[in-house]
């Protein structure tokens, strides 16, 4: 498990490394916003650990301000993700592989409807379905490659602890 | 019935519980910040404008590797891009001082009618070039961050321009960085006018897709292929900039193809055209 206090921070600088390359990268197929709701969900968090949560809101009011989203878009996705592999964690869900990417995929998809619709109605505009449905489709293709490689990395690290 | 009641406490105020009952209230403080529109207060607009280059200094610290990586890339797309370039001048340097005569003669024909016809002069100005230092045109609130020497001369709602056509407005600043506002953003409203017959219109951002142009009375008098320019109504754009030509007519709807793209700027203009601060 993570834990902020003996001292692997990795993860941490990966997350604020991610949000800061939106400065960089500019691609239709990538959102690091996404992404790193990608990483935020598969890491194995400590369950005590009050800094992770202000640390998330912090991290997304930063990715808003860079980004130039609406406040609080980007830390309510963050603590969305967390929140629910808590959820799902302290009403002991077993946690499968298959079962998480199936509740992340729905999530995803979710979210970009909300987003299509929320652009709909509010801006009048229908932005293209194609377009911008893809980096959700990569994100969600992101899933397994990530989740084994954060997974053997904490794996890693307890061992060697 | 005492002793489950305790339990039952124990187990709200164990430190899992209480971390997940302080992430849940996080979460709804985000929430409620973005579902009530905090962004549109003063205090959320002071803060975005004196964090934007604090947040930015900080990115381009920690991004420094990609950094690295992308502007590697960047100067080997650069060196392609002369080498086009060049080749394309040398093709055009024929046609080009025909098309110069030709530019010389038609400013000295618009003078003479200005003259005969007693126009006003239209407003002068000059301009600051800024370097753009981070581009978020791919979303649909397509915006960029840019950076110049005299940023103390930058004011909200200066007109951007690349050599080509407009860009859009600068929407925030503080000392050292301020954010332009694209075109193409959903939040981007430009009065316009389309073909030599002046219809006038309002261009509306559309994220990825074509800004569409609205309120055009006359819409079925214009053709794909007409140049949009700037109207100069609204008093923040100097009249007569390109904006763009006509791709698309659908019914109503009007899509127009900008003649600037930002992805292949390094720097812009940004033009010091103050309407109202000089007519007032």
Known sequence: MINFRKGNLIFYFVLIFIVSSNIVFNSIYFDLTLISCLIIYVLKWSETNWIICILLFVLGIYNDILVSTSFGYASSLFLCFYLIDRVGNYLSIPSNTNIRFTIFSILMLILFFINYFAIYFIYNTSILLFINIMPYMVVILLYYPLNFIISSIQTKYDRVK | ?280
Not at chain 2, 75 to 88: P, R
Not at chain 2, 106 to 111: D, G, T
Not at chain 2, 163 to 181: C, H, M
Request: no cysteine.
């Open chain 2, 1 to 280: 019935m005492r002793l489950s009641r305790n339990l039952r406490v124990q187990k709200i105020l164990s430190p899992s519980s209480r971390v997940f009952i302080f992430a849940i209230s996080l979460f709804i403080i985000s929430l409620t910040l973005f579902l009530g529109r905090f962004e549109l207060t003063q205090l959320a607009k002071n803060l975005r404008s004196h964090t934007t280059s604090l947040s930015y200094s900080i990115s381009y610290i920690v991004s420094t590797p990609s950094n690295l990586i992308n502007s590697g890339i960047q100067s080997i797309l650069d060196l392609k891009e002369i080498y086009n370039q060049l080749n394309e001048y040398n093709r055009n340097q024929l046609t080009d001082s025909t098309s110069f005569q030709d530019i010389v003669s038609m400013k000295l024909k618009i003078a003479q009618y200005e003259d005969l016809l007693n126009l006003t002069a239209d407003q002068e100005y000059d301009f600051i070039t800024s370097r753009i230092i981070a581009d978020f045109s791919n979303k649909f609130i397509g915006t960029i961050l840019i950076k110049s020497d005299e940023t103390e001369k930058l004011f909200i709602d200066m007109p951007a321009v690349g050599s080509k056509g407009i860009l859009g407005r600068v929407s925030s600043l503080d000392n050292n960085v301020a954010r332009v506002l694209l075109l193409d953003n959903i939040n981007s409203r430009l009065p316009v006018i389309i073909s030599e017959d002046a219809h006038q219109g309002i261009m509306i951002g559309q994220g990825q897709n074509d800004p569409i142009v609205e309120y055009v009375r006359e819409y079925k008098n214009i053709k794909v292929g007409d140049l949009v320019t700037t109207s100069g109504k609204g008093g923040i754009f100097p009249p007569y900039l390109v904006v763009g030509q006509v791709a698309r007519i659908k019914g109503e709807r009007i899509e127009v193809e900008l003649t600037e793209d930002v992805s292949q700027l390094t720097h812009i203009l940004l033009l010091n055209y103050k309407f109202y601060q000089d007519n007032e």
